[in-house]
């Protein structure tokens, strides 16, 4: 986009094997990312179509900024989501972006089924669709090293792909990106298996100059030192997200043993700090960002008798230790880490995959499902049931686990349980247990997110419950987080890129008259075309169904009142349709 006054679309129909480019200037407006991403999967998107049907779309873009400055090193991807059965948004780091970038690429937009399973390479201008039948049944990582070896691109190619889960239509499937990154929660991986679409090879070796590159450098270096020698970041890359394992815990928001509990006896013993002096052998960074704030860890597992070792280096962070450790009862770290490289060989989303998990061991407790259905024990704290657990999820060994694997709340309605179904919106709840902010926040948010507008924070901020202004705090977080992610910055950079920053930034390649007011209504803008998506399958906010479970556990202390959850959404309900009733 840089330098340029349009939006660089690439078209590709798998079932018609036709490809083309668009360049819109239309979409220029919405700067890329989730804002593009959100008009191109209205216009393309089947509302009367069931969201796994080959005619959905799945769009991905990359927004004004990305590689050009500092963190802003995401791709978003947008689809109708298979988990909810409304707006699918997702996004991932690693070097997508960079390789998007540099083959000239804001935009893909991928509709329609091959007729057998397939993979697409991007190579520049050069697009093509390859029979992938060899590398079906193959898990991602596998997948990933077979790929490596056919073409050249090394360092300037992205390789996204699914496991089994996937290919089996599991509806809590990711999407990996690269190593280590995923494209989670909402079930893209599912959406690629219904297109027979294993994976998707980009590559880009081209290049963009500063139209000023005194001007360039100096804002770029402006921003680099406030990323790199400011405390904004730096807990990023020291602890990184495992920070909030003892945090969490010590307020009393950490799930533990599906929601039982909201503090965990082990937290110690799986905390950031515990995972650094133990398990931690390096830090990486995804492509154009300085801070290194993926952690990978590293645990020696028997894989046969007479002591034969493999090494497994796995990544983690606070998502994947509180909802594979705290939240299924395991303070060992080398089992977390075991748990985390099975959901990432398989494909499941893990976040997803751990609350299933804990609804299942919980319902095996009491005698709601059978262990011919779970087909091994299910105990809180055992990892070996859960490794396996794992596998029968993604592939769907029995009517038990492929019901699992299309989420908790499917589960649920199909065995019973409601009450151990840890789900908001028909989507697995998020690791915060906080409060009022964090379950109004995932109910309401557009894609059920504690990314969404971080709830999660405010709760921890707050004095005092003054519900019409956590709804405004809420509702306007929303929308300042769409002009961050249509741009594709990192949120873990909010703090960095403030409006003045962002339109320097702008400014320095060529996007100029930009001010607070009209960045906030893009936003604004950006939110009302999700919302349009929603309404249009479907979705209606106060017909929302939350876990009575989040009702029965006190949040940092505090029982939650779910006539004060209600009204809330409600109050933003209303904030939702007025936003829709404002002339563009």
Same mark, same amino acid.
């Given at each position: 986009m840089i ?8 078209y590709?129909d798998?079932g ?5 480019v668009?360049?819109r ?5 919405y700067l ?7 008009k ?6 089947n509302?009367e179509?069931q969201?796994?049907d ?8 990359i927004?004004?900024l ?6 802003v090193?995401?791709?978003?991807a @947008?689809?109708v989501?298979p988990?909810?059965?409304?707006l699918?948004e ?6 997508l972006?960079y ?9 893909i ?7 057998f ?7 520049? $201008?050069?697009i093509?669709i390859i029979?992938?039948r /060899?590398?079906?049944?193959l ?13 050249a691109?090394s360092g300037?190619?992205?390789?996204i792909r699914?496991?089994?889960a996937?290919e089996?239509?599991c509806k809590?499937a990711?999407?990996n ?6 494209f989670?929660r909402?079930?893209?991986g599912?959406?690629?298996?219904s297109k027979?679409?294993k994976?998707?090879q980009?590559t ?7 139209s000023?590159?005194?001007?360039y450098?100096?804002?770029? $270096?402006?921003i680099? &030192?406030?990323?790199?020698t400011?405390?904004?970041?730096s807990?990023?890359?020291d602890?990184g ?7 969490l815990n010590n307020?009393g928001?950490?799930?533990t043993?599906n ?13 950031g ?5 133990h398990?931690l052998i ?6 154009g960002c300085p ?11 028997e ?7 493999e090494?497994?280096h796995?990544a983690y ?11 299924l009862g395991i303070?060992?770290r ?7 490289e ?10 997803s ?6 609804y299942?061991?919980e ?8 262990k ?10 055992d990892?070996?049931?859960?490794l396996?657990?794992?596998?029968y999820m ?6 038990f686990?492929a019901a699992l694997?299309?989420g908790?709340h499917?589960?649920s309605?199909?065995y019973?349980?409601r009450?151990c179904?840890?789900?908001i919106a028909k ?6 247990h906080?409060g009022?902010?964090a379950?109004?926040?995932y109910?309401?948010? /557009?894609?059920h997110s504690?990314?969404c ?15 019409a202004q956590?709804v ?5 977080e ?15 950079a ?6 003045e920053?962002?339109i320097?930034a702008l ?6 008259g ?8 893009l936003g604004?803008?950006?939110y009302?075309? &999700?919302?349009?998506i929603?309404e249009?399958?479907?979705f ?6 939350i876990?009575k479970r989040?009702?029965?556990t006190?949040? @940092?202390g505090?029982?939650l009142n779910k006539?004060?959850?209600?009204e809330?959404?409600a @109050?933003?309900?209303?904030? $939702? &349709? ?5 002339k563009?």
């Amino acid at each position: 986009m840089i330098n340029e006054k349009h939006i660089k679309v690439l078209y590709i129909d798998l079932g018609t094997r036709k490809v083309r480019v668009e360049l819109r200037e239309d979409l220029f407006e919405y700067l890329g990312g989730v804002g593009v991403a959100s008009k191109l999967l209205l216009e393309n998107m089947n509302p009367e179509a069931q969201p796994l049907d080959p005619s959905q779309p799945i769009v991905f873009a990359i927004g004004a900024l990305s590689s050009v400055f500092p963190v802003v090193s995401k791709t978003v991807a @947008m689809f109708v989501s298979p988990v909810t059965g409304e707006l699918g948004e997702s996004y991932a780091g690693g070097r997508l972006a960079y390789t998007m970038f540099n083959a000239g690429l804001d935009a893909i937009v991928i509709t329609g089924q091959a007729k057998f399973p397939c993979y697409i390479s991007i190579n520049n $201008n050069l697009i093509d669709i390859i029979d992938a039948r /060899a590398f079906w049944g193959l898990t991602a990582d596998r997948l990933g090293q077979f790929i490596r070896t056919l073409g050249a691109g090394s360092g300037k190619r992205s390789i996204i792909r699914i496991g089994p889960a996937g290919e089996n239509l599991c509806k809590i499937a990711n999407v990996n990106v690269d190593t280590y990154r995923h494209f989670g929660r909402m079930g893209l991986g599912a959406v690629f298996g219904s297109k027979k679409l294993k994976a998707i090879q980009i590559t880009g070796d081209g290049s963009k100059k500063a139209s000023d590159p005194k001007k360039y450098f100096a804002a770029y $270096n402006e921003i680099y &030192k406030r990323v790199t020698t400011t405390p904004i970041m730096s807990k990023y890359h020291d602890l990184g997200t495992p920070i909030n394992v003892n945090v969490l815990n010590n307020i009393g928001a950490l799930p533990t043993r599906n929601l039982k509990q909201a503090s965990f006896e082990g937290a110690e013993e799986i905390s950031g700090e515990a995972f650094a002096d133990h398990n931690l052998i390096r830090k990486m960074a995804c492509s154009g960002c300085p801070v290194g704030c993926v952690h990978i860890g590293q645990v020696r597992r028997e894989f046969d008798k007479g002591h034969e070792y493999e090494i497994l280096h796995v990544a983690y962070d606070y998502e994947l230790i509180a909802t594979l450790g705290s939240y299924l009862g395991i303070s060992d770290r080398n089992a977390i880490l075991e748990l985390i490289e099975a959901v990432e060989e398989y494909g499941l989303d893990a976040v997803s995959g751990g609350i299933c998990l804990g609804y299942a061991t919980e319902c095996l407790e009491k005698g709601i499902i059978t262990k011919e259905q779970t087909i091994v024990d299910l105990a809180f704290g055992d990892k070996d049931g859960y490794l396996s657990a794992i596998k029968y999820m993604a592939t769907k060994a029995n009517d038990f686990y492929a019901a699992l694997s299309d989420g908790v709340h499917v589960a649920s309605n199909r065995y019973g349980g409601r009450e151990c179904a840890l789900s908001i919106a028909k989507n697995e709840m998020p690791a915060y247990h906080t409060g009022y902010g964090a379950i109004v926040g995932y109910a309401c948010g /557009a894609r059920h997110s504690h990314l969404c507008n971080g709830g999660y924070s405010l709760d921890q901020g707050r004095k005092n419950l003054d519900n019409a202004q956590l709804v405004n705090d809420l509702f306007e977080e929303e929308i300042k987080r769409c002009v961050l992610n249509s741009l594709v910055i990192c949120l873990f950079a909010r703090n960095v890129y403030d409006n003045e920053t962002i339109i320097k930034a702008l400014d320095v390649i060529g996007i100029t008259g930009y001010t607070d007011e009209k960045l906030g209504e893009l936003g604004r803008k950006i939110y009302k075309v &999700k919302l349009q998506i929603k309404e249009k399958l479907g979705f209606d906010l106060t017909d929302v169904q939350i876990s009575k479970r989040v009702f029965q556990t006190p949040a @940092m202390g505090e029982m939650l009142n779910k006539n004060v959850v209600r009204e809330m959404i409600a @109050m933003f309900d209303e904030k $939702n &349709k007025a936003l829709v009733a404002e002339k563009s």
